[in-house]
C-alpha cells in the first residue's frame, strides 16, 4: 500500500512539474532532451554498489533540484528554473514507475520495493 502511494504521489510530482513548465512556456526541446539526465547517475555502478547507490540517490533526490529552484527564484534566472523543474519531473516519473532510492545491496533494492 505505501508504494502505491509514493508512486501516486511521483504521478503528482510530474504532472505538476509537467503543467508548471508548460505555464512558465520554457523550451520543450530542452525538457526532452534533459529529462532523463540525472539518469547519468548510474555510472557510479560501474566502480561498485556503494558508490553507484551514492550518486544515483545524489541526482535522485528532490533536495537539489528544489534548491536550484529556489536559486533560480532569487536570481530570477528561467534556465535554472527549467533545470530543476525538469529533474524535478524526472524524480517524480521514476517514483511514479516504482523506481527509488537505492540501498547499496544492490540496485534493485529501493526504498520503493525491489524491482
Known sequence: ???????LEGL?????SFGIYYELDFNW?????LLF???IG???YIHSKKIGAMIYNTF??????LFLLFIGFLLNNDFLLSISIIWT???GIDRAIGYGLKYTTD?????INKI
Open 1 to 7: 500500500m505505501v508504494k502505491n502511494f509514493i508512486k
Open 12 to 16: 503528482v510530482v510530474f504532472l505538476i
Open 29 to 33: 526541446t530542452l525538457f526532452f532532451l
Open 37 to 39: 539526465v540525472p539518469d
Open 42 to 44: 548510474m555510472l557510479g
Open 60 to 65: 535522485h533526490t528532490y533536495s537539489l533540484p
Open 89 to 91: 519531473a524526472h524524480i
Open 107 to 111: 540496485f534493485k533494492d529501493t526504498h
